[in-house]
């Protein structure tokens, strides 16, 4: 009953904070409808904002678990794990696209009294994010001579920031892009880092 209660309780409060905003939630509301007394919700969380971070925090945890457990065809050549991997990333934020929606909102327009540890909270957990996906690509480098690490550097930021478009891309579309345009957009982004090596 506990467990249910608390979860009642993040899933309607996720559904407020992604719909109304930070500011704009409050406990009675997310109460009434859990059908609980804010005493009961004070039972699980301290504050709002205790409430908000655990749910940002379980988003972030997530999505590294999932990293963490991303497994490449290790016969294929570079090109095609990476193109292996980007397709993964994609297809996770596709189905996960609510979580990414929260994450986007906050990370673009976090309120006031949460803006710091928003901002410290976002920097530990993608550089947890970025060191995950940087050993993703270094197992993926394979076959591609890159001839320094300030090139593997610039591949990889490349690669996170064309990542980051087709997700925002999603996101403010509310449409996962069909297989021949995620084809197509991968096959631009890797004929201009060809070109530029």
């Known amino acids: 009953m506990i467990n ?4 009642n309780i993040r899933r309607t409060s996720f ?13 009675r509301d997310i109460c009434k409808v859990v059908d609980i007394k804010p005493s009961s919700l004070y039972f699980y969380y301290k504050s709002k904002q205790e409430l908000f971070l655990s749910i940002y925090d379980e988003i972030w945890k997530l999505k590294i678990k999932f990293y963490e457990n991303i497994e490449l065809n290790d016969s294929a050549s570079a090109e ?3 193109k292996q991997l980007f397709k993964i990333i994609l297809n996770y934020h596709s189905e ?8 986007l909102r906050y990370h673009l327009f ?7 540890l928003i901002k410290d909270r976002y920097i530990f957990w993608k550089n947890e994010e970025n060191s995950l996906l940087m050993k993703l690509v270094y ?7 890159l001839k320094n690490d300030a090139v593997i550097n610039d591949f990889l930021y490349s690669y996170k920031s064309f990542l980051q478009h087709q997700t925002i891309n999603m996101v403010t579309n509310n449409i996962k892009p069909a297989s021949h345009e ?3 957009n991968w096959s631009r982004f890797w004929n201009s880092f060809i070109l530029s090596m």
């Open 139 to 145: 197992k993926c480098k394979g076959d591609i001579v």
């Open 182 to 184: 995620i084809d197509m």
């Open 4 to 7: 249910e209660t608390n979860e």
């Open 96 to 103: 996960n696209i609510v979580n990414e929606k929260f994450l």
């Open 110 to 116: 976090p309120a006031e009294e949460i803006n710091i």
């Open 15 to 27: 559904v407020f904070f992604l719909e109304k905003g930070y500011e704009a939630t409050n406990i």
């Open 80 to 82: 095609k794990k990476l």
